[in-house]
């Protein structure tokens, strides 16, 4: 996700918030590396640290929960391992990181964690989303595309040639401007590219190939 600093962010910031925390960031496509302009940087940690803290965590059966439980205790131990690693090496802390219970954690925003953190290089799969300055988008645009994994990226800009920009040079199946990475109707192409996967899916794609192709040869005078 990249933060241009002439993004609306009062627009932007729920958005990321939801792409990030939503299903407990248990999802494939959520809001992880979110970059911003140096201008904007601490606002937009401080933004969705906001967000998050407005967040209920805990029976996602319950309409007021905005963050549910992780999928099982040894995730909670897993995700507060990386952050309290991230912390260490020196990403400032901005909310969260400290577990509510044995499946349950809250919203979490880390500040500049160093780029060779397991948070900045892996898949959190958790409520944990990392907030990095820029001074040039495509200082944002390298260390995105740094990493063996490619999946959906964003820009959040209203300037037409950077919103080109991110589109012809991150490496994404998909790029969203204006709204968060986990945008996704069913008849869209939905790819991981790298190591995040292999083919296409969505329903006309996955139609393709689930079907075998049969030819039939004739020899025959007649044709």
């Known amino acids: 996700m990249i933060v241009e600093a002439d993004a609306d962010l009062s627009d932007a910031l729920p958005l990321l918030a939801k792409g990030a925390f939503y299903h407990a960031g ?3 496509v959520s809001v992880q590396r979110v970059f911003a ?5 601490r606002q937009v940690a401080d933004g969705l640290a906001v967000e ?3 967040m209920k965590v805990g029976d996602p059966t319950r309409e007021e929960t905005g963050t549910g439980p992780l999928i099982r205790p040894r995730e909670v131990d897993r995700i507060h391992e990386w952050v309290t690693e991230a912390v260490a090496q020196g990403a400032e802390l901005i909310c969260g990181g400290e577990p509510i219970s ?3 954690y809250p919203a979490t925003v880390l500040y500049n964690p160093p780029a060779d953190a397991r948070v900045s ?3 959190v799969f958790g409520p944990i989303v990392c907030v990095y300055g820029y001074d040039y988008m495509d200082q ?3 260390q995105a595309n740094a990493l ?7 820009v959040f ?3 037409l040639q950077r919103t080109l920009r991110g589109f012809r040079r991150l490496n994404a199946s998909a790029v969203m401007i204006n709204d968060f990475t986990a945008f996704r109707v069913d008849w869209m192409p939905f790819a991981g590219l790298r190591q995040s996967g292999i083919g296409g899916g969505g329903i006309p794609h996955t139609m393709r190939e689930m079907q075998v192709e049969k030819m039939v040869v004739i020899r025959s005078k007649e044709l």
């Open 102 to 104: 044995e499946t349950c």
């Open 37 to 41: 302009d140096q201008a904007i940087a």
């Open 140 to 142: 944002a645009i390298d």
């Open 148 to 154: 063996p994994y490619a999946f959906q990226a964003a």
């Open 121 to 123: 290089t892996q898949e």
């Open 157 to 159: 800009t209203n300037n």
């Open 26 to 28: 248990q999802v494939c």
């Open 52 to 54: 998050g803290r407005k």
